[in-house]
């Protein structure tokens, strides 16, 4: 799995026009932690939003870009982590919260 840090611009126009590779790549929200975007291989796009808890990392798929723009990806993120805010410092190192 790749993992790309970043998009320059994060709109649905950019991530729609994302190429895919040939393996699955991770694309990290620079504004919502944990979300990212999982490009595959055959250029499917899906919401991944993983956080820390208690137990073993947990990840939430949260369903495919085509279904769920970017503004309601990060919406839907933000909710649950306000609903697991154990999981989170305010903290952010490289975009990441830990």
């Known amino acids: 799995m790749n993992h790309i840090n970043t998009l320059n611009t994060w709109t649905d126009a950019a991530i729609a026009a994302l190429p895919h ?16 975007l999982r ?5 499917n796009k899906s919401w991944t939003l993983t956080y820390p808890s208690p137990d073993p990392e947990l ?9 769920v723009p970017l503004e309601v990806a990060r919406a839907y993120a933000n909710e649950v982590i306000s609903r697991f805010p154990y999981a989170y410092k305010k903290e952010s190192i490289n975009g990441r919260i830990n």
């Open 39 to 43: 490009i595959g291989p055959t250029g």
């Open 21 to 36: 590779g040939t393996s699955v790549s991770l694309i990290e929200d620079p504004l919502t932690p944990g979300l990212a």
């Open 59 to 67: 990840i939430v798929y949260i369903k495919t870009f085509d279904l």
